[in-house]
């Protein structure tokens, strides 16, 4: 057997998450996502990433599941059909999330950083109470935004070890600029911290040991679930998806309950 036979014949075995990974790390050569885009318009005709996948993951189930009855060679295709679509629709879920959670902390970042600046130029700044809540406010916001960063890191490297087998979903750019806002963020929060005790602010409340990964645990469902919702509305599964999505919004609407369930699972 040639190499060229070898390597079809293992990428026709190739499960789910395989497909999804070989695709993303072509993806991710790109760069950022406008120039992978450009990149799929110039193949003639253009070919959507989801249906090449889809495509693939049907071809693959039908070749592992030669030779059996029609009914199971036609459950493994649609099972590989879930698997597949719903890793792609996670790592899209991924790559917008945390951009537009990227948008909304630079608006944060620059709305804090003009708060601090005008803190430290309050002249009144040791006999005005109003001046103590206002930067105990801003010291608190500022560490509720790392907390929020830091919980959503988390939840992505969660997602990414259970689908992915630990691959990165954020293509390079977004990545990069994940990491620049967190440690601006941090800079920002350990300054606050810090002209507020030079200040004399009464210190914060002691934080919760699990507040953390309670939230952590939160935003793994907001990126599993409406991807699951997404793949299954995708492929006609209309009440499967419904279901899903109603108890994701149930959870939503009883974050104590949800909390509850989601400690009880890191146990």
């Known amino acids: 057997m040639t190499l060229q036979r070898r390597v079809a014949k293992s990428e026709e075995s190739l499960s789910p998450t395989?497909?999804?990974?070989?695709?993303?790390?072509?993806?991710?050569?790109?760069?950022?996502?406008?120039?992978?885009?450009?990149?799929?318009?110039?193949?003639?005709?253009?070919?959507?990433p989801l249906d090449r996948l889809a495509r693939e993951a049907i071809h693959g189930a039908r070749t592992t599941s030669r030779g059996k009855r029609p009914e199971l060679v036609d459950a493994a295709v649609r099972n590989a059909l879930r698997e597949t679509v719903f890793r792609f629709e996670l790592v899209m879920k991924i790559n917008v999330t945390t951009h537009d959670l990227l948008d909304r902390e630079f608006l944060l970042e620059a709305v804090f950083a003009g708060?601090?600046?005008?803190?430290?130029?309050?002249?009144?700044?040791?006999?005005d109470e109003s001046h103590l809540h206002r930067l105990a406010q801003c010291r608190d916001l500022t560490l509720q935004r790392v907390d929020e960063l830091l919980a959503t890191q988390e939840a992505r490297t969660t997602v990414e070890a259970r689908y992915l087998e630990g691959h990165p979903a954020?293509?390079?750019?977004?990545?990069?600029?994940?990491?620049?806002?967190?440690?601006?963020?941090q800079e920002l929060a350990v300054m606050t911290l810090r002209c507020a005790e030079l200040d004399g602010v009464a210190p914060a409340g002691p934080e919760d040991p699990e507040a953390s990964s309670l939230r952590a645990s939160q935003l793994v469902a907001d990126l599993v679930e409406p991807a699951k919702v997404e793949a299954l509305d995708k492929l006609g599964?209309?009440?499967?998806?419904?279901?899903i999505a109603a108890g994701w919004v149930r959870g939503k609407l009883a974050p104590n309950a949800m909390f509850a369930t989601a400690k009880e699972q890191n146990q």
Not at 31 to 45: E, H, K, Q, R, T
Not at 115 to 126: E, F, G, I, P, Y
Not at 237 to 243: S, T, V
């Open 18 to 48: 395989q497909l999804v990974l070989r695709w993303l790390a072509e993806a991710h050569a790109y760069g950022d996502v406008p120039a992978y885009s450009a990149s799929l318009l110039d193949i003639d005709p253009p070919v959507t």
């Open 115 to 127: 708060q601090m600046a005008m803190l430290l130029n309050d002249q009144s700044k040791t006999k």
């Open 237 to 243: 599964e209309g009440r499967q998806a419904f279901n």
């Open 170 to 185: 954020l293509f390079p750019d977004v990545a990069t600029a994940f990491d620049k806002q967190l440690l601006a963020s």
